[in-house]
């Protein structure tokens, strides 16, 4: 996969750093992954990158077309206190309210 657009973090990196374990696992499954605190998280619990990228939290999803992975978004945070989350007030929360509020406004 080659990356199409990235953000990266102030550290002066530029190079892609992606968890395989997650993006192998978001694509096969043509499912998204999210988790609060990767580094307590099952799921990583083998996976070396997430320690080595200090990942803590995580969204990955997979992005298809006719039901196939054409590819993917992944989003991580480092930060132990800005955590994404699908609570009730998390930035995750309910995105079909979101999507049917901008189409509303289209």
């Known amino acids: 996969m080659v990356p199409a657009a990235m953000k990266h973090r102030g550290d002066g990196d530029s ?3 992606l968890s395989r374990t997650i993006v192998d696992k978001a694509r096969t499954e043509k499912t998204g992954i999210l988790s609060e605190d990767a580094t307590l998280d099952i799921l990583f619990k083998t ?5 080595d990228f200090k990942i803590r939290s995580l969204l990955c999803v997979s992005m298809l077309v006719n039901d196939e992975p054409i590819g993917i978004i992944s989003l991580d945070s480092q930060s132990p206190v800005n955590r994404f989350n699908s609570g009730p007030t998390g930035v995750f929360a309910n995105p079909l309210k979101c999507y ?7």
């Open 100 to 106: 049917e509020r901008l189409r509303a406004k289209s």
């Open 47 to 51: 996976s070396e990158s997430i320690a």
């Open 15 to 17: 190079s892609v750093r």
